[in-house]
Each structure stands twice: as C-alpha cells, then as structure tokens.
C-alpha cells in the first residue's frame, strides 16, 4: 500500500502541551477508525508551525478525507516513492 508524507500548517503547534496534542491524536484516531483499516496513521513530527505526517493509504484522496473529517489542514499531500537510510549507502 502507498505511503505518504502530510505536511500541516499550523501557526505554534509546537508549543502545544501533551494534553493538546494528545486530544488532536485522539481527533485523529477517531477518524481513522470510523474510516476503516485501510488508512493507518504511522507516526507525525511536529515543528514549531507545522506537523510531518507518515501515513498508509490506498491513494491521495483518502489522506485528504481524513484531514477533512478531522477537520486538519492537509497542506500538502506527497507519494513516498521509496526509502533511503545510511544502510542504502552500502
């Protein structure tokens, strides 16, 4: 299945505490869950204004449906193509 890469504008998320940020995951599962398996969330990065998303899913539209039923914004919305490490050096 497609991974890809969500890139989320938003102003001083950063500064967000655990609490905050635990309820906008909570947000997130919720809607995972109503949509079913197929879109899995893998794991998010958050900067000071914006947040890194890895997700699993059939094809772009269903990130997008995601980030709209959560009400997230979904800036940007690439395909991972592949993977690369220290290990691809080799």
């Not at 989320?8 to 599962?29: D, M, N, T, W, Y």
């Amino acid at each position: 299945m497609p991974k890809f890469v969500i890139e989320r504008e938003i102003p001083g998320v950063g500064s967000l505490s655990a609490k905050e940020l635990q309820a906008i995951s909570q947000k997130s599962c919720g809607v995972l869950h109503e949509m079913g398996p197929q879109v899995q969330w893998v794991q998010s990065y958050v900067t000071d204004d914006k947040i890194y998303c890895m997700y699993i899913a059939p094809d772009e539209a269903a990130v997008r449906k995601h980030a709209e039923l959560g009400g997230f914004p979904a800036n940007s919305v690439s395909a991972v193509r592949c993977v690369i490490d220290p290990t691809t050096a080799e």
